[in-house]
C-alpha cells in the first residue's frame, strides 16, 4: 500500500494522490459496509497485478500505471519481498527498492521510512530542499538532513516538511 501510494505522489497534490488511491481502492479493492457508509480496503498486489495499465490509468494515475503494475507483479512473483527489506540494513533495502521500475530515491527514501521504519533516511522533495536551504544553507538537503539528524532523520523531515508546508508557505 505505502509502495503504490507513493508512487502515485509522484509529481502530484495531496488531494489528487487521494483521489487516485480512493478510485484504484474502488476499482479492485474489497467492498466493506460499515454503518451505513460504504469503503473499500486497498487491492491486494495480486488484485492490482490482474488489472491491465488502462484499468489502472482509468483511476488518474497517469504515466505512473506501469510503474504500480510492476510493482504489485515483483510482489507477488518474489522479486520484493516486505519481510526482506524489513531485515534488511538500510543500504541493501534501497538499493533492493531502487531495482524496481519507476521508484527513486524520494518514493524509496518515504517507502522505507513510513512502512518499514527505517528512520535514519531523509525523504527530500521540493518542499524539504526549500526549507534546508534557506534555515541551513544546505545544497544537498538529504546528505544534510541525514548527517544533521542521524538515526532520527525521518522524524526531522516530517517535522520541517509539515512547518514549511503549513506554517511558513
Known amino acids: 500500500e505505502t509502495l503504490i501510494s507513493f508512487i502515485i505522489s509522484q509529481r502530484s497534490s495531496i488531494p489528487k494522490i487521494k483521489s487516485c488511491v480512493n478510485k484504484l481502492c474502488e476499482l479492485c479493492g474489497e467492498r466493506i459496509t460499515f454503518e451505513g457508509r460504504t469503503y473499500y480496503s486497498f487491492p491486494t498486489p495480486q488484485k492490482v497485478s490482474m488489472l491491465s495499465e488502462d484499468d489502472i490509468r482509468s483511476t488518474g494515475v497517469g504515466y505512473r500505471a506501469p510503474y504500480i503494475l510492476r510493482a504489485a507483479q515483483a ?18 533495502a534501497r538499493k533492493k527498492l531502487l531495482s524496481l521500475y519507476g521508484v527513486g530515491d524520494k518514493v524509496c527514501d518515504c517507502v522505507l521510512l513510513f512502512s518499514l521504519g527505517k528512520y535514519d533516511l531523509f525523504p527530500s522533495d521540493v518542499w524539504i530542499k526549500s526549507v534546508m536551504q534557506e534555515e541551513f544553507d544546505a545544497t544537498d538537503a538529504k546528505a544534510l538532513g541525514e548527517s544533521q539528524f542521524g538515526s532520527y532523520s525521518g522524524f526531522a523531515q516530517q517535522y520541517l516538511f509539515y512547518w514549511r508546508k503549513y506554517n511558513n508557505a
Open 75 to 92: 510482489m507477488i512473483n518474489g522479486e520484493l519481498d516486505e519481510k526482506l527489506l524489513d531485515m534488511s540494513d538500510t543500504p541493501s
